[in-house]
């Protein structure tokens, strides 16, 4: 399809089922209220029939209305309807030396079992990624590459994919030179290259409570402490807490996943970060931010980043494509700002250069543009599926279930009644080929007991749907 | 061409070819003497005329003998000719805290520079590579797969490839199953997370000495002490030396390069392996060692490894494909016997999993079975490489210059006169456009002052001539 004539008639039906979406908002449509026929809606909004009906599949689709056989669309759901917010954790009393358990490895060893029905894995599913493209990528920078891509790439990364990444980062208000970024072997490695230049052993390092399993494991590997500051789940870090625990627990830097963090989904505002830029500065210390779900937005613009409000290059910008476009390929980035040269010595130390064949693939793919509109396509279906996810959480968990609401990104998070075990129901849901990771992998301690996270990375189907319900019974009968 | 074709009249002109070797190594031919015409050789030897002029010019490109025009064939060079050998070093007084200084810095930034004509490169020059093979793997896999290799491979690496790695290891006696092997993004991550899993920072290691400086690198980062242990430019690490070492500076582990050392090109003879092997198994010392030289042996058979010799799974095997088949892929390996959790755990912590698609590209390219063809080409374009290059450094470097004589691998190790200092070399040689790795770099305390290395992975051209001509007359202009 012709793209000019695509993006057109997106925004016709699009514009009109938003419009419907604000009315079951703000409640003028209500939960089983009926709505116009297609027909009717057609000649109402003096749209075609066929646009009339894409409106209604797209709030189906979502999980907004439904489709009563011989009766017509029904609203089925809003908002205000799901379960509650989590609270936003007490903090631990101490900094703790990480301790990363035998957990966290047989969730990571399940997640290669293909029977599983596998809601711990925070990647998009294969069908959402422009495979075609990325093929016809990797023949042309093949046929084009003089060496065919065998020489090595050198250590700081592919010129034109740092040229690439350069521009991208105008998306958040970043204004790096190629030569300000360095590409690694996803971004699991520019956090450990980042991390490894800013701290030595037995430092204290700030982290979200509850963080990414795989950000402990990186701590621990380099013999940090950590120190879990209490996150909201929509908005992130408490700064106030922060400001306190800097000189309580002699914090040395921080590391956050402040855009869609996983697993919380939060978001931290924009004047948020500058606040925190702001304090760090002033005391030197640096910031590692894991931007890797940045993309991944429901709402209208791109979330900034720290490094937006960089001014000192005390803010590491690390990021991937893992989560937007190819998570095999393995490339990651990071901007180090004034530590660029010791992390570019310690990528040198570690894994020399990076796959260069996978680098020039990825350039060749962002250089012809077609880049913004995968990422469209990506951020609509992510945010149908959430609220599929969502609306089937809340129809099937029990009543005292919280839930979050991202705005972004690929993860739930969902704290269940006190009573129940989240690694116990991992286990019981193991035997049922389910795959949850149970919230206690997400802190050093152990805590978050009654909590889980699942991934709606994979779009819906009824076997998802029925997973779903038999995690909501296993729920119901470990109460 | 048909493959046992090809074998077979490879082995006819190389078998006349290597009987006339023999006769110009016992001086039977002697330098200058002219053999027969290609049409009498035909006739003496029963061969057609084509095979007696390929015979020829086998010897020809080795540098054993020359054309000269209107006149026929005269033996030109035999090994008797070439210069010294380097002694083996006196070991340092203790164990030293490495420091890497900005010397190495300085050789990698100008490794990326296209003017160069460069010596300090250690790989195998591009058109010595299977290129066209190795594309046609890529777009095979690319077909294949269900996910156009864009999933997450396992940590562990692709089970296709672990299999082939597996059955390679045939070759130098080992059978390790796929489930002893871990992938990695080549053979320098393989050696930083089996370095991170056997030692502790402060612990003293065992290295070879000069050793390469990437090595330094890694130990470096993981805060080791290295003790480094003369070795000797044709078998290698002095054992007897090595065995007082290990009680005097409590040597917790050690990491050598055993078959073709970098820069030495020196071979530990199988027998001395086993002697190491069960010297470190006495005193439950882990061996790391690097095998990513393994394959390009010059002689007759592949040279064994320790892991060969190793029943209690204290030998860490590393290698990789950059050195023999793939550079930019970064595809590595270890083998690390009772390591294996600690490492592959590191694994997950430091890059999660190793590129999906480079990783199934080089398993498809192994399991059609030209990988051994492609390595026997390759074994012969490095000798002769090899030879030609020794020849010119005796023809062009002064007379008291001593070089390594290696039977395998990319490195020639020079030691010049002790007035010439090796990096003011390496300076100097830049202002030609010309890159060598003084042998400052190759230990810890900047010693090797009045030595070099030059590498022969390029395929000899006249411009190479005439780079080692400048150098030649550099070394003279210093004395």
Known sequence: MNETLEIKQDHKYVEVAERIETLIEKKVLKVGDKLLSVRALSKEQGISLSTAFQAYYMLESKGLIEARPQSGYYVKFSHAHTLDLPKTCDPPDDAIPVSVDDMINSVYVDLNNEKLLNFSMGAPAIELLPTAKLNKAVMHVLRQSKTCCLNYEHIQGNPALRKQIARQAFNWGGTPSEDDIIVTAGAVEALSLCVKAITKPGDAIAIESPTYFAI??????????????????????????????????????????????????????????????????????????????GELYFGKTRPKTCKTFDKKGLVLHCASFSKSLA?????????????????????????????????????????????????????????????????????????????????????????????????????????????????????????????????????????????????????????
Not at 342 to 361: D, E, G, P, Y
Not at 387 to 413: E, H, N
């Open 216 to 293: 402990f494991q990186v701590l621990e590997s380099h013999g940090l402490k950590v120190v879990e500051i209490p996150t909201d789940p929509l908005t992130g870090v408490d700064l106030d807490y922060l400001e306190k625990a800097i000189p309580r627990f002699d914090i040395k830097a921080c590391l956050f996943v402040n855009n869609f963090n996983n697993p919380l989904g939060s978001c931290m505002p924009d004047e948020h970060k500058k606040r925190l830029v702001d304090m760090l500065a002033k005391k030197d210390i640096p910031l590692i931010e894991d931007d890797i779900y």
């Open 327 to 479: 998570p095999g390929y393995r490339i990651g980035w990071t901007i180090p700002g004034r530590f660029k040269e010791k992390v570019l010595r310690l990528k040198r130390m570690h894994t020399v250069s990076t796959n260069t064949l996978s680098q020039a693939a990825v350039a060749d793919f962002l250089s012809n543009g077609r880049f913004e509109l995968h990422l469209r396509h990506l951020r609509k279906a992510l945010h149908t599926q959430s609220l599929r996810y969502v609306q089937a959480v809340s129809d099937y968990f029990p009543d005292d279930t919280c839930i979050t609401r991202p705005q972004g990104g690929f993860t739930l998070w969902i704290e269940m009644n006190k009573k129940i075990n989240g690694y116990k129901l991992h286990k019981r849901a193991l035997k049922h080929n389910i795959g949850i990771a149970p919230g206690q992998i997400f802190s050093s301690q152990g805590r978050f007991e009654n909590c889980f996270r699942i991934s709606y990375g994979q779009p819906w189907t009824e076997r998802i749907g029925q997973g779903l319900q038999m995690l909501g019974k296993l729920m119901k009968d470990m109460r």
